[in-house]
């Protein structure tokens, strides 16, 4: 238990779906991030947010829509995916943003787009 | 930028013996992680070792900051040391973190 959780586990969508993903941290942090994990790549940042207000936007699609309502919680919201969007989603927090900060994980949520 | 090599790719091991990872950065840095994801897609962080030599139980870590590399050290593998372990340095410039491919190990009960 990293204190970091996430829902759905597993989410099936169609490309005209609309759907949340949904990031809790548990750990009284600062900062949270979304990272896309693609089969055979590198984690990837998609974005970053430091006290609600983002900070960081990794050139990500604006099909792609994050929302950081609060400084514990962290939704992505997706709409009009392509195939090649799927990928497992993880969500991570830290104490404060910057990259000499420890960083704790979900578990993740496994998109297959159809 | 700042490139981040994991070797070796893929390792398989048998119960009870050791291994040694290694992260490869090109860049001098100031902090670096050792992550596993378990098979689910949990990551966890083991270390935070910016340099010099932590120990967690049967795992330690190395970091060289001089030399460019850090190295993971798993003694006597259990099944449940299986996933994929990355390291993570940050790229100075883009003030992002940046994470290896990753080493594939498979413990064989």
């Known amino acids: ?97 910057g990259t000499n900060e420890k960083l704790f994980f979900g578990s993740g949520t496994q998109l297959s787009v159809l | 930028g700042i490139q981040v090599e994991q070797s070796p790719p893929d390792l398989i091991l048998q119960e009870g013996a050791n291994s040694t990872l290694r992260c490869n950065f090109s860049d001098s840095v100031n902090n670096l992680q050792w992550f596993h994801q378990n098979p689910w897609g949990q990551l966890i962080n083991l270390f935070y070792i910016p340099s010099g030599t932590k120990q967690n139980g049967r795992l330690s870590a190395t970091t060289v900051a001089t030399e460019r590399y850090s190295l993971l050290y798993i003694s006597s593998s259990q099944t449940t040391d299986s996933g994929v372990y990355f390291c993570a340095v940050p790229m100075n410039r883009d003030d992002k973190i940046i994470f290896g491919k990753g080493t594939r190990l498979h413990i064989l009960p």
């Open chain 1, 1 to 97: 238990e990293t204190g970091v959780t996430q829902t759905p586990r597993h989410l099936v969508m169609g490309m005209t779906n609309k759907k949340s993903l949904k990031c809790e941290q548990h750990l009284g942090h600062n900062a949270m991030y979304w990272y896309k994990q693609s089969a055979k790549k590198p984690l990837e940042l998609m974005f970053v947010y430091s006290l609600e207000e983002r900070v960081e936007n990794n050139s990500v699609p604006s099909r792609f829509s994050p929302e950081c309502p609060n400084s514990s919680h962290l939704f992505l919201h997706l709409h009009t995916l392509q195939p090649e969007d799927s990928a497992l989603y993880l969500c991570a927090s830290s104490q404060d943003a």
